[in-house]
């Protein structure tokens, strides 16, 4: 008696983490404007809103980390809505009245491949 055929099943998953993380930079024409924590992230939700309205600007959205001086922060995104705020911090041009605009430095669902950058690596 033969052996019976194995069967095999293919299972991809595309996108199986729960949350991305971007490094990202605000970008200000004219020097001296300054944003703390609690600006930077209404400003962030105020993008989302301007583009996708109030129930996309209400997106688990998290600061994990913001440097004042040079502003950029590690923001925590939903993966489904890793799109809206990328395309919502593309589009924003302006805060009060000022022109700004955000760089999207790296982006990985993993924090951890956001601590490093191979490209600013320097070997002795």
């Given at each position: 008696m033969p052996a019976p055929a194995a069967t095999y099943e293919r299972i991809v998953y595309k996108n199986p983490s729960e949350h991305h993380y971007m490094k990202v930079c605000l970008e200000f024409q004219d020097r001296g404007v300054g944003l703390n924590a609690a600006q930077f992230k209404q400003l962030l939700i105020s993008a989302l809103k301007d583009l996708?309205?109030?129930?996309?600007?209400?997106?688990?959205?998290?600061?994990?980390?913001?440097?004042?001086?040079?502003?950029?922060?590690?923001?925590?995104?939903?993966?489904?809505g890793l799109v809206k705020l990328w395309s919502s911090l593309t589009l924003l041009g302006s805060y009060k009245g000022k022109k700004c605009a955000f760089r999207v430095i790296?982006?990985?669902?993993?924090?951890?491949?956001?601590?490093?950058?191979?490209?600013?690596l320097v070997l002795d």
């Amino acid at each position: 008696m033969p052996a019976p055929a194995a069967t095999y099943e293919r299972i991809v998953y595309k996108n199986p983490s729960e949350h991305h993380y971007m490094k990202v930079c605000l970008e200000f024409q004219d020097r001296g404007v300054g944003l703390n924590a609690a600006q930077f992230k209404q400003l962030l939700i105020s993008a989302l809103k301007d583009l996708f309205g109030e129930v996309d600007a209400a997106l688990p959205l998290d600061v994990l980390t913001y440097e004042e001086k040079s502003l950029s922060a590690i923001l925590r995104i939903c993966s489904s809505g890793l799109v809206k705020l990328w395309s919502s911090l593309t589009l924003l041009g302006s805060y009060k009245g000022k022109k700004c605009a955000f760089r999207v430095i790296q982006v990985s669902p993993f924090l951890l491949a956001l601590s490093g950058n191979s490209r600013e690596l320097v070997l002795d």
